[in-house]
């Protein structure tokens, strides 16, 4: 109890040097809690492009598809079999058709992939509806309306109310085409709906390329996407025997994981260059303490104080200062995530959004605290200077009381 | 002459009377210092890596092609006679490669699929665009001359097509004339880089069958130039543009061709910017807590010198030095390691391949799996001229509050 009362008493001796210690520890410490929520929240971002915007959390394929993409590879009578099989609630299913073809606007031409989707279940299923730069989403499975990525229909030169003609090889062999109208343009999402994808209503497509009743994919969104693997496995059990391949995003995006990964490990490094120069000021600290004290900590040894309350007495002070720097730190870091979190951090300023292994970096980053990232910025910076604080207590423990009773400060 | 002397002898000194704790603040100026060079080191080094890999992939550092190219690309728009670009090309020195090409986009099909591609008509023997791809063909060959039909095709898209060398494909498009056209190729070479991007979209055709597809008697739609230090863009580009203001082309660096490379690297500095700034506060801290405790612990003997007849302005200056002094060792030692790391992670470089199986892109070019760090002079100067000036300005505070001691009351304290 007095070693707590010594230590607590010791930090306030000198006022200045300890606040000037905890403002460097906070400071390391707010900082690498914002890092941490930023760079969960970018990654968050990430993912949710690539699920809620893209893929979805799960997707179904007739066995094979989604190696091949071959146009043949469907699931027939519009999959309502497997969609009712698989129902059940918090998760929403949505079939969608793809196919190539050539798209023309008169100025410009490219291949361009086409989706074809039911608007009313793909709400249900992914936000792309609302994540137009222009005009309107696709209403119904029917019309001549398509929605453009966003590269696509700059290099087609194409604005809402312009005409696009598709040319594709339909089921049969034979050449379709058909004009459509641009009515909306989606904001970025991924180099490859970006650089080329047109999406129409399901119906509209299948007359095109002659598929009729036929979807080669089932786009699936989850209630809670951190079951997507006990979901992927329960839907592998009931779809046994069909054909069918389940695949999680995870398993569509392969080089996401590593994205994600990668960015950790730079936080991680970045909180051991942080607490690894904090930690020299901590040193620094403690030991200019402790040489100022000599005399008097050979006194306190002399008259009894054993050689480990004296180390557990500097260790207890760099805690103690860990504590303050906490309270200090993680108020500033932890409130500075929570706006950023609100308001969102926004570079574009500096620059526009760049793709990540052909997902959309959003220049707004909205930061998401998280538990982990407090706890292992705190744990970090407390271990990190009471492991600067060993030299320090090892050597003042070491005193021999005689001379340092005789040692002029 | 002779203050100045007993100044420095003084400061020097004093800054040894402690030797430990001016150990440790050189250790953290001179760690945060080299840390400081290293990242900068490494984060220009990728970014000109991922600059270089771009260009490659991409138009060159400068792009010459018909004017308004950029803003509507469009298969019906060529350059019909690039002699003169060549002949302008000719004398300038920094050109390393130029690359006459025909870009464009289509419909690729066979009998099992179809998908939409970007393609590149070259010259065969153009050694820069072969080294490209030609390492990474798996099966068949590169295109040779005379291979007017040839196709390179991505490992993706061959196994989407169901296509395997010897086979034939459609690609379909837009012609010259703004009609659609479609003309019959054989696939020659399957590549395969891993960046799937490539292997999906990418495929490459002879200038002639290019020309033939589009319906073109001559002409190229573009023209890359390949200059040997990313460096020296801004004078070639100029000279090139008051040799070619003649032309209905358009010249342009690589920062207009690829914007969205530049926004990467621009965004990315920023970030590595920030977090030098915060690790230059956090060593700032650190430094201010050390000359201000080597500060308070003198006040007696302060005093003492200033009762003694010292001005104040002589007692600043010594702190002042001492500082400098602090300051020049912590930055020799710290420059020392900081390039020491840098020649370490230059020739040996960094290694990122256990974190990633698959390549991995960034805003559209390929991340070279082991990092290379690259220092430019101007860098290092800037660098320590900031992080001297940050320790001179930590010191400004101890020193103007012991040149304001009074005497009197400073010798009464212990």
């Known amino acids: 109890m007095i070693v707590i009362k010594l230590a607590w008493r010791n930090l306030w001796r000198n006022m200045r040097r300890t606040l000037i210690t905890i403002s460097a520890m906070s400071l390391g410490l707010s900082i690498m809690i914002l890092t941490f929520s930023l760079v969960e929240g970018m990654n968050n971002q990430m993912v949710h492009y690539a699920t809620k915007?893209?893929?979805?959390?799960?997707?179904?394929?007739?066995?094979?598809?989604?190696?091949?993409?071959?146009?043949?590879?469907?699931?027939?009578?519009?999959?309502?079999?497997?969609?009712?099989?698989?129902?059940?609630?918090?998760?929403?299913?949505?079939?969608?058709?793809?196919?190539?073809?050539?798209?023309?606007?008169?100025?410009?031409?490219?291949?361009?992939?086409?989706?074809?989707?039911?608007?009313?279940?793909?709400?249900?299923?992914?936000?792309?509806?609302?994540?137009?730069?222009?005009?309107?989403?696709?209403?119904?499975?029917?019309?001549?309306?398509?929605?453009?990525?966003?590269?696509?229909?700059?290099?087609?030169?194409?604005?809402i109310g312009d005409e696009l003609i598709i040319l594709t090889q339909a089921a049969d062999g034979s050449l379709g085409n058909d004009i459509f109208c641009v009515c909306g343009?989606?904001?970025?999402?991924?180099?490859?709906?970006?650089?080329?994808?047109?999406?129409?209503?399901?119906?509209?497509?299948?007359?095109?390329?002659?598929?009729?009743?036929?979807?080669?994919?089932?786009?699936?969104?989850?209630?809670?996407?951190?079951?997507?693997?006990?979901?992927?496995?329960?839907?592998?059990?009931?779809?046994?025997?069909?054909?069918?391949?389940?695949?999680?995003?995870?398993?569509?995006?392969?080089?996401?994981?590593?994205?994600l990964e990668l960015n950790k490990v730079w936080t991680y490094i970045m909180l051991l260059i942080v607490f690894g120069l904090a930690s020299l000021g901590v040193l620094n600290t403690m030991l200019m303490a402790l040489f100022e004290r000599i005399r008097e900590l050979g006194l306190i040894m002399a008259l009894g104080l054993r050689p480990l309350s004296v180390v557990c007495m500097i260790l207890l002070e760099t805690l103690l200062l860990g504590l303050i720097s906490t309270i200090f730190g993680g108020a500033v870091g932890i409130s500075g995530s929570l706006y950023l979190g609100a308001h969102g951090w926004n570079l574009s300023g500096i620059s526009e959004g760049f793709s990540m292994s052909g997902v959309t970096v959003s220049t707004i980053i909205y930061a998401h605290l998280t538990m982990e990232g407090i706890l292992i910025s705190i744990i970090c910076m407390i271990l990190v200077s009471l492991l600067a604080a060993f030299y320090p207590a090892i050597k003042a423990c070491r005193l021999e009381p005689v001379i340092a009773l005789s040692t002029v400060a | 002459m002779k203050t100045m002397a007993i100044l420095m002898k003084l400061a020097w000194r004093n800054l040894w009377r402690n030797v430990r704790r001016t150990l440790i603040t050189m250790a953290a100026i001179g760690l945060g210092l080299a840390l400081a060079m290293v990242s900068i080191g490494l984060g220009d080094g990728g970014h000109e890596q991922m600059i270089e890999s771009g260009v490659r992939m991409g138009a060159g550092h400068i792009t010459v092609q018909p004017r308004g190219y950029q803003k509507n690309p469009s298969n019906e728009k060529t350059i019909t006679n690039e002699t003169p670009v060549l002949r302008a090309l000719k004398d300038i020195p920094q050109v390393r490669e130029v690359s006459l090409r025909i870009v464009g986009r289509g419909?690729?099909?066979?009998?099992?699929?179809?998908?939409?591609?970007?393609?590149?008509?070259?010259?065969p023997t153009q050694e820069g665009d072969k080294s490209l791809l030609a390492p990474h063909v798996i099966s068949g060959d590169y295109l040779s001359v005379g291979d007017a039909r040839g196709i390179l095709i991505g490992e993706k898209l061959a196994q989407k097509l169901r296509v395997s060398v010897g086979k034939r494909v459609v690609l379909m498009g837009q012609d010259a004339s703004k009609e659609v056209s479609s003309s019959l190729f054989r696939v020659k070479g399957i590549y395969k880089t891993g960046v799937s991007d490539l292997d999906r979209y990418f495929c490459v055709i002879s200038l002639e069958g290019a020309r033939h597809f589009l319906g073109l008697e001559q002409g190229v739609t573009q023209v890359a130039i390949y200059l040997g230090s990313q460096f020296e863009v801004e004078k070639v580009l100029s000279l090139l543009r008051s040799r070619l203001g003649f032309l209905p082309i358009e010249v342009l660096?690589?920062?207009?061709?690829?914007?969205?490379?530049?926004?990467?690297?621009?965004?990315?500095?920023?970030?590595?910017?920030?977090?030098?700034?915060?690790?230059?506060?956090?060593?700032?801290?650190?430094?201010?807590?050390?000359?201000?405790?080597?500060?308070?612990?003198?006040t007696r003997e302060f005093g003492m010198m200033l009762a003694l007849g010292l001005s104040p302005c002589f007692l600043f200056f010594t702190?002042?030095?001492?500082?400098?002094?602090?300051?020049?060792?912590?930055?020799?030692?710290?420059?020392?390691?900081?390039?020491?790391?840098?020649?370490?992670?230059?020739?040996?470089?960094?290694?990122?391949?256990?974190?990633?199986?698959?390549?991995?892109?960034?805003?559209?070019?390929?991340?070279?799996?082991i990092l290379y760090s690259h220092l430019r002079p101007m860098r290092v100067v800037g660098l320590l001229i900031i992080v001297f000036l940050v320790t001179l300005v930590t010191g400004l505070y101890p020193a103007v509050k012991a040149s304001r001691l009074s005497p009197v009351k400073a010798i009464y304290q212990y």
């Not at chain 2, 660096?253 to 030098?276: H, I, K, S, T």
């Open chain 2, 107 to 123: 419909l690729i099909s066979s009998a099992a699929n179809s998908s939409g591609i970007a393609f590149r008509g070259v010259d």
């Open chain 1, 53 to 159: 915007l893209s893929a979805g959390h799960i997707q179904i394929h007739k066995q094979g598809y989604f190696e091949s993409k071959d146009i043949y590879d469907y699931i027939t009578d519009s999959g309502t079999d497997v969609i009712r099989a698989i129902k059940r609630p918090g998760l929403s299913a949505s079939p969608r058709l793809f196919g190539n073809s050539l798209a023309s606007s008169g100025e410009s031409s490219t291949g361009v992939f086409l989706w074809g989707i039911d608007p009313q279940q793909e709400r249900r299923v992914t936000e792309l509806s609302s994540h137009l730069l222009k005009g309107h989403f696709l209403t119904s499975c029917h019309g001549k309306e398509v929605v453009l990525g966003k590269m696509l229909a700059e290099s087609l030169k194409v604005d």
């Open chain 2, 253 to 298: 660096p690589w920062q207009e061709v690829m914007p969205d490379l530049l926004r990467f690297v621009q965004l990315d500095d920023a970030g590595n910017y920030l977090f030098l700034g915060i690790i230059l506060v956090i060593v700032a801290l650190g430094i201010l807590n050390t000359i201000l405790m080597s500060v308070l612990e003198r």
């Open chain 1, 185 to 259: 343009v989606l904001q970025s999402i991924g180099d490859e709906i970006d650089r080329g994808a047109v999406i129409m209503g399901i119906d509209e497509l299948r007359e095109l390329l002659i598929l009729p009743d036929k979807i080669h994919e089932i786009c699936i969104s989850l209630a809670h996407p951190e079951m997507v693997d006990v979901v992927k496995a329960n839907l592998e059990r009931i779809l046994k025997g069909r054909n069918l391949e389940v695949l999680t995003w995870k398993e569509i995006f392969p080089q996401m994981k590593e994205i």
């Open chain 2, 319 to 369: 702190i002042m030095f001492e500082t400098t002094i602090l300051a020049l060792m912590s930055m020799v030692f710290g420059g020392g390691l900081g390039f020491g790391g840098h020649h370490y992670f230059a020739t040996v470089g960094l290694n990122l391949t256990g974190l990633t199986a698959e390549r991995l892109t960034l805003a559209g070019t390929i991340i070279s799996p």
